[in-house]
């Protein structure tokens, strides 16, 4: 049981990245400046680095090490995490749609998380 708290973290925000992208569309606040500069983008970057990050963190805490393999299959589980739930959306939310500008945004920030954690590692984690 000791190795859950190292991925507590992670199991929480993944559970939390999965409400928060199917809710139900009505009820996602939207005005103009949000749309003008693309806030849902921002927002799929913000939560799938956060992913990574997490995950990252706890492999790292829990094994001291991290190659670049593991980190190369996180980010692509993380992506492959965005696409399901691009499906999801498409499928089972309600009022959602199918974006693949979505999974992108959810690639891009998977790539910016490891690049987080490589920073937190080198400068904090010795």
């Known amino acids: ?40 983008k921002i927002v799929h970057f913000g939560l799938f680095g956060g992913t990574v990050f997490l995950l990252c963190l706890g492999v790292y805490l829990q094994k001291r090490e991290l190659s670049k393999f593991t980190l190369t299959i996180i980010a ?32 891009v920030g998977a790539i910016a998380g490891i690049i987080a954690f490589n920073l937190v590692r080198k400068w904090w984690l010795k």
């Open 76 to 107: 692509l589980s993380a992506s492959f995490y965005g696409l399901a739930i691009e499906y999801i959306q498409k499928y089972v939310a309600i009022h959602r749609s199918f974006d693949m500008s979505d999974v992108a945004a959810d690639t």
């Open 1 to 40: 049981m000791k190795i859950i708290r190292y991925y507590l973290p992670a199991t929480i925000w993944i559970l939390m990245v999965l409400y928060v992208c199917t809710i139900p569309g009505e009820k996602i606040p939207s005005s103009p400046f949000f749309e003008k500069i693309h806030m849902d």
